[in-house]
């Protein structure tokens, strides 16, 4: 019999084996005519993305926890996001639903999502102004969208020269939703490369 603790395991080696791949594909895919040239570059002043998938908007919850952190282990194991229209990204999904993608175009990107149940979910962005950090928590996949359980934490941070997070008076529009963007200290931004936490997601204890 499989166990749930068997499950997140092979999530993890297949998250880096699918990872790794995909580095090798971009490299590969990268020269041209054999010359060694790189044929896509990343955006000027990219932003990053990060945040956490929740789940699929009707999933079926599993009955205990533990088989619930299996399932949900599994439906990240089996989902993959992208840039549209981007010819370079980098970044995936973790096992615990955390997502962070680089080199993300400023402005309006849209940010795609192949999930169980929600094969053309994306989350549009509109005034995503250069070099932000943009945090999604809780998200919610559907396709030909995706919402986010509680708009009020979507966070969209700026490097500035402050002493603590400022508004900026200014807005952006992530998911739909109308979000203050707001300044920071710079060395607040030293997390934007990094796997957010996932509030409450836990590994399956193991009894023995």
């Not at 002043?45 to 533990?66: C, Y």
């Not at 700026?158 to 300044?183: C, D, F, H, N, Q």
Request: glycine share 8%; charged share 20%.
């Amino acid at each position: 019999m499989v166990t749930a603790a068997a499950i997140i395991a092979r999530a993890t080696l297949s998250n880096m084996r699918r990872f790794t791949l995909l580095v090798l594909l971009v490299a590969l895919s990268s020269c041209k005519g054999g010359e060694g040239v790189s044929s896509f570059r990343p955006p000027s002043n990219p932003v990053s993305v990060r945040g956490w998938i929740l789940d699929v908007k009707g999933a079926q919850r599993a009955e205990t926890i533990e088989m619930e952190i299996a399932r949900r282990s599994q439906l990240f194991l089996s989902s993959s996001v992208w840039v549209e229209n981007g010819h370079y990204a980098s970044g995936g999904i973790a096992e615990n639903g955390a997502f962070v993608i680089l080199d993300v175009p400023p402005n309006d990107p849209v940010i795609g999502f192949n999930a169980p149940g929600a094969e053309t979910a994306k989350v549009v962005m509109e005034g995503i102004p250069p070099l932000a950090d943009v945090y999604i928590p809780a998200l919610i996949l559907q396709n030909g969208g995706a919402t986010v359980d509680d708009p009020k934490k979507i966070v969209v941070r700026l490097a500035g020269s402050v002493s603590r997070p400022t508004p900026t008076g200014k807005t952006a529009k992530v998911a739909g939703y109308t979000v203050p963007i707001i300044e920071v200290p710079t060395n607040q931004l030293v997390d934007r490369r990094d796997y957010p936490d996932v509030p409450g997601f836990r590994p399956v204890a193991t009894v023995r």
